[in-house]
């Protein structure tokens, strides 16, 4: 079973707790909760759920092409963006992926699901993650056939400077550059999308269920080639979003104030996290989402027994263990409001007096 964050529904019962007793630092969603028009329209909704959803979502695609003033043709929407992880092996069929690590630990699932070979390229950690395109291409075999990577990086947040995946797609040629920009809408300056139009071997993965707050719903997007964009359509699934879900995507689109409220305060609460989490000794790497991924002190317990000490009190952690090239010592912790980190630095303190004073 692979490992991801959440598990609310689990530690619920597990435990015997209430949600509102549950501070799930695990999964990295916007501590805003979702937009209030959202919830509106999705109670004005609830009468079309008797009816079938859109085939392909063509309302969702037309409102995405306003709110990025692109074609529809460049821009497919889908249930999550997971399901277009799936989609794009299938029907693109690459024969030999390199996955820039440390990354989302369903790329890999999906292709092999087409029997794709995969290479693997490890961003360092103890150089903060920094990528270099000349590292990239001389891992490069001559089969390669897509590159995969995530800007802002998960579970480092460290974002990448544009130009230089810009830079990367032109010395690709013809191997597809795939840039899951999960997270991107936390520091939209990252992002390509402006980009898909004038490049044909460049994707980009969207979710709206980090930054708006609606990972029950399952929402994301893809934005592509013409050519790409067409083919992937053509292979997915029918009626793979609900109306429930078209409808809050639309929504969230139209949220503006809800956009900016959330770029002012995510980099207060997050600089503020971070202060505290660095007065406990912990290495913070410098990231740009909402999120923070943290090296534990070697005189510290493993992060899966941090995990399992301070899950009894409702706080769900998530280890990186499972994220190559980081090991037992590595934590990745959501942004979530300023009382909920408060309480978890506090628990974590509780620990650092015992561990320090070991």
């Given at each position: 079973?692979?490992?991801?964050?959440?598990?609310?529904?689990?530690?619920?019962?597990?435990?015997?707790?209430?949600?509102?007793?549950?501070?799930?630092?695990?999964?990295?969603?916007?501590?805003?909760?979702?937009?209030?028009?959202?919830?509106?329209?999705l109670q004005q909704a609830l009468g079309r759920i008797t009816d079938y959803p859109e085939i392909d979502g063509a309302s969702?695609?037309?409102?995405?092409?306003?709110?990025?003033?692109?074609?529809?043709?460049?821009?497919?929407?889908?249930?999550?963006?997971?399901?277009?992880?799936?989609?794009?092996?299938?029907?693109?069929?690459?024969?030999?992926?390199?996955?820039?690590?440390p990354g989302f630990g369903e790329y890999a699932p999906a292709l092999q699901q087409v029997g794709c070979q995969i290479d693997?390229?490890?961003?360092?950690?103890?150089?903060?993650?920094?990528?270099?395109?000349?590292?990239?291409?001389?891992?490069?075999?001559?089969?390669?056939?897509?590159?995969?990577?995530?800007?802002?990086?998960?579970?480092?947040?460290?974002?990448?400077?544009?130009?230089?995946?810009?830079?990367?797609?032109?010395?690709?040629?013809?191997?597809?550059?795939?840039?899951?920009?999960?997270?991107?809408?936390?520091?939209?300056?990252?992002?390509?999308?402006?980009?898909?139009?004038?490049?044909?071997?460049?994707?980009?993965?969207?979710?709206?269920?980090?930054?708006?707050?609606?990972?029950?719903?399952?929402?994301?997007?893809?934005?592509?080639?013409?050519?790409?964009?067409?083919?992937?359509?053509?292979?997915?699934?029918?009626?793979?979003?609900?109306?429930?879900?078209?409808?809050?995507?639309?929504?969230?689109?139209?949220?503006?104030?809800?956009?900016?409220?959330?770029?002012?305060?995510?980099?207060?609460?997050?600089?503020?996290?971070?202060?505290?989490?660095?007065?406990?000794?912990?290495?913070?790497?410098?990231?740009?989402?909402?999120?923070?991924?943290?090296?534990?002190?070697?005189?510290?317990?493993?992060?899966?027994?941090?995990?399992?000490?301070?899950?009894?009190?409702?706080?769900?952690?998530?280890?990186?263990?499972?994220?190559?090239?980081?090991?037992?010592?590595?934590?990745?912790?959501?942004?979530?409001?300023?009382?909920?980190?408060?309480?978890?630095l506090q628990a974590l303190g509780k620990l650092a007096s015992v561990c320090d004073g070991a």
């Open positions: 079973m692979r490992v991801h964050g959440g598990g609310v529904d689990a530690a619920m019962h597990e435990l015997g707790l209430g949600r509102s007793q549950i501070c799930d630092f695990s999964a990295s969603i916007n501590p805003l909760g979702v937009p209030p028009g959202v919830q509106q329209a969702l695609r037309l409102e995405l092409a306003r709110f990025h003033q692109l074609p529809e043709a460049h821009l497919l929407p889908g249930s999550g963006s997971t399901e277009l992880i799936y989609l794009l092996p299938r029907v693109l069929r690459p024969r030999r992926a390199l996955l820039i690590q693997h390229f490890s961003l360092d950690p103890q150089n903060n993650f920094a990528f270099n395109v000349s590292d990239i291409l001389a891992v490069l075999q001559p089969h390669t056939d897509l590159v995969v990577l995530a800007n802002p990086g998960n579970p480092s947040g460290v974002g990448i400077v544009p130009g230089q995946l810009i830079e990367l797609a032109d010395r690709l040629g013809d191997c597809r550059l795939l840039v899951d920009e999960a997270f991107v809408d936390f520091c939209p300056e990252r992002s390509l999308i402006s980009r898909v139009v004038e490049r044909q071997n460049l994707l980009l993965l969207r979710s709206m269920t980090k930054f708006y707050a609606i990972p029950g719903l399952r929402a994301g997007y893809l934005a592509g080639s013409a050519a790409d964009i067409r083919l992937l359509a053509a292979g997915r699934e029918p009626w793979s979003l609900s109306n429930l879900a078209i409808v809050a995507a639309r929504a969230c689109l139209k949220a503006e104030t809800f956009q900016l409220r959330t770029l002012e305060m995510i980099p207060r609460l997050r600089a503020q996290f971070q202060q505290g989490l660095e007065q406990l000794g912990w290495q913070v790497f410098a990231g740009e989402a909402n999120y923070l991924l943290c090296r534990l002190p070697d005189h510290w317990p493993p992060a899966p027994q941090i995990v399992t000490q301070l899950r009894p009190q409702g706080l769900l952690l998530r280890s990186c263990c499972d994220f190559l090239p980081l090991d037992r010592r590595y934590l990745r912790f959501a942004v979530l409001r300023e009382e909920q980190n408060l309480f978890l």
